[in-house]
């Protein structure tokens, strides 16, 4: 059973936007973080944001004023709004959940999603 299922993914035009959507499921429990990876072909996995229980966020500079991060606790679920997309946005975007916190790489977070394809065609 997927932890982790994300949504919404696609392909949309520059200067586009789009919203995904990441529903955790019941089988997890005391998430402290929730957040969004991405990667794109040839490049490090990145951070793009994320948002504690205590609804603090921190975005990649690269996508301030741009995407949103929002959370609803009750129902376990993160979105990422994403706005005036350019062609550097492309990537394979990863939902993310820890029970303590969301590091630049990645590297032992407890939960992921399958990733959603974003494809920005300019």
């Known amino acids: 059973q997927a932890q982790l299922v994300e949504s919404g993914g696609g392909l949309v035009q520059a200067g586009g936007s789009l919203r995904l959507s990441c529903q955790a499921s019941q089988s997890i429990f005391n998430i402290n973080v929730m957040g969004w990876y991405r990667q794109a072909p040839g490049k490090k996995r990145e951070l793009v944001a994320y948002i504690t229980r205590g609804s603090t966020t921190k975005y990649a500079d690269s996508v301030k004023g741009r995407f949103t991060i929002s959370r609803d606790s009750a129902k376990s679920t993160v979105w990422l709004q994403m706005s005036s997309l350019t062609a550097e946005d492309t990537a394979v975007y990863y939902c993310?959940?820890?029970?303590?916190?969301?590091?630049?790489?990645?590297?032992?977070?407890?939960?992921w999603g399958q990733g959603t394809q974003v494809t920005v065609s300019s």
């Open positions: 993310a959940a820890d029970r303590r916190f969301l590091g630049s790489s990645g590297v032992g977070v407890d939960y």
